[in-house]
């Protein structure tokens, strides 16, 4: 079975045309063909938990945590292409059964039977096994899609790094994209607010300079202003006094590595695994000084 011809010629007349896809759709299909060829390998060579492996990203991340995500205004009616994303979910899904069933019998023949449509004597074991399909394969929409994916785990990262609250929305700003990643990014402009929890996203330089920055692959650069998001003077006192803790154990353990004693008596794995401490401290140290810059902490 051949995931792009089944979309595209075997479904009703006119469901899903190519010319249909959107970005997110091309983008799944692309990734269900890369798993078919990564799990089908991995089985012939045996290795059953590679295989299982490969199906588990593709489902829990690819599909329930991206894909499925980013076409619920189409699914819930919001938007138009509902039945095209429909389509989609479906043989994506239903390849992934496929993949997954030599592993997993009982589930996945429970899962695919229940398809709407399904005759009552059909079976996932004697379905056709998935194959690569050259149509599917999609360098740009593997790349356009991940940079979509790599801005919104940037805001997302952000948020956590400074303890935004869930429900609070944030602004973002992304400067120093080429035109294409720019287009790419204002074309999924509503996805990206809604999965990252923005208020607003703009393209173009910040004057305001209290928030967090992240760099993306293509050096794209993100800023998230957090000074209507978190209480700045709070942030402030709370980092403030974990740099000083971490200078407390950073002097504490500069003087230990420091005594000659010490250092030529205990076991080398212990002198080891004390001066990564030391490095481990000083780098989160560091790492916190450079927030509090950020964050105008006097």
Not at 67 to 72: D, G, R
Not at 240 to 257: C, F
């Amino acid at each position: 079975m051949r995931l792009v011809a089944y979309l595209l010629h075997e479904m009703k007349s006119g469901v899903v045309r190519r010319e249909e896809l959107t970005l997110a759709d091309r983008w799944i299909i692309a990734r269900c063909d890369a798993t078919v060829v990564e799990a089908t390998e991995a089985y012939e060579r045996f290795r059953l938990n590679e295989a299982a492996g490969a199906v588990y990203r593709f489902i829990w991340s690819d599909l329930a945590d991206w894909y499925i995500e980013q076409v619920k205004p189409r699914l819930y009616g919001d938007q138009t292409g509902g039945d095209v994303a429909r389509a989609v979910v479906v043989q994506t899904f239903d390849v992934a059964l496929r993949l997954l069933h030599p592993v997993m019998p009982f589930v996945t023949e429970a899962l695919w039977r229940r398809f709407p449509g399904r005759p009552e004597s059909a079976s996932i074991s004697v379905a056709p096994w998935p194959r690569q399909d050259g149509r599917a394969q999609d360098p740009a929409a593997l790349r356009d899609f991940g940079l979509v994916q790599e801005l919104i785990g940037a805001i997302r990262g952000i948020r956590a790094e400074y303890g935004v609250q869930p429900g609070q929305v944030v602004r973002a700003v992304v400067s120093g994209s080429d035109g294409a990643t720019s287009a790419t990014l204002e074309q999924e402009r509503a996805t990206i607010i809604r999965l990252a929890k923005l208020a607003a996203l703009s393209f173009a330089q910040s004057k305001e300079r209290v928030g967090g920055h992240a760099v993306l692959s293509d050096r794209t650069t993100v800023f998230v202003p957090l000074g209507d998001a978190i209480d700045i003077g709070r942030e402030c006192g709370r980092l403030g006094t974990e740099v000083d803790r971490l200078l407390r154990l950073v002097e504490s353990q500069e003087k230990k590595l420091a005594n000659d004693q010490f250092v030529s008596r205990a076991p080398t794995e212990v002198v080891d695994r004390e001066r990564q401490k030391l490095t481990t401290w000083k780098e989160q140290h560091d790492v916190l000084v450079k927030k509090r810059e950020l964050l105008g902490c006097r």
